[in-house]
């Protein structure tokens, strides 16, 4: 059974910086792309990072570009998400996901390529 696990959410001030972790397991997690996402309330989930299988590929969206920094260990089955220069905009619930399918090229932004989810951990950015 496949398990995703996010942590390291919480409150914090505008500039400041949190590191998420995910782990999964029930699979090998070195196969596959892995993602984050974000949901604030009223708004669609968006994809905010992804990383390729190997890790030699990434993916941020723009409104993050140059603050976030996503990255893995294959050997704790863990990703992460280093959030720097946090804003007010960035506050959200924050989910991991495991890409449906093993291996591939690169990775996607989209949820709908992603099979397996966290319960999600909250950050919120105060002004």
């Known amino acids: 059974q496949v398990q995703v696990v996010e942590s390291g959410g919480g409150l914090v001030q505008a500039g400041g910086s949190l590191r998420l972790s995910c782990k999964a397991s029930?699979?090998?997690?070195?196969?596959?792309?892995m993602g984050w996402f974000r949901q604030a309330p009223g708004k669609e989930r968006e994809g905010v990072s992804c990383i390729s299988w190997l890790g030699d590929s990434t993916y941020y969206a723009d409104s993050v570009k140059g603050r976030f920094i996503i990255s893995r260990d294959n050997v704790k089955n863990t990703l992460y998400l280093q959030m720097n220069s946090l804003k007010p905009e960035d506050t959200a619930m924050y989910y991991c996901a495991v890409k449906g399918r093993p291996y591939g090229f690169g990775c996607s932004p989209s949820p709908d390529d992603y099979h397996y989810w966290g319960q999600g951990t909250q950050v919120t950015v105060s002004s």
């Open positions: 029930g699979l090998t997690f070195n196969n596959y792309a």
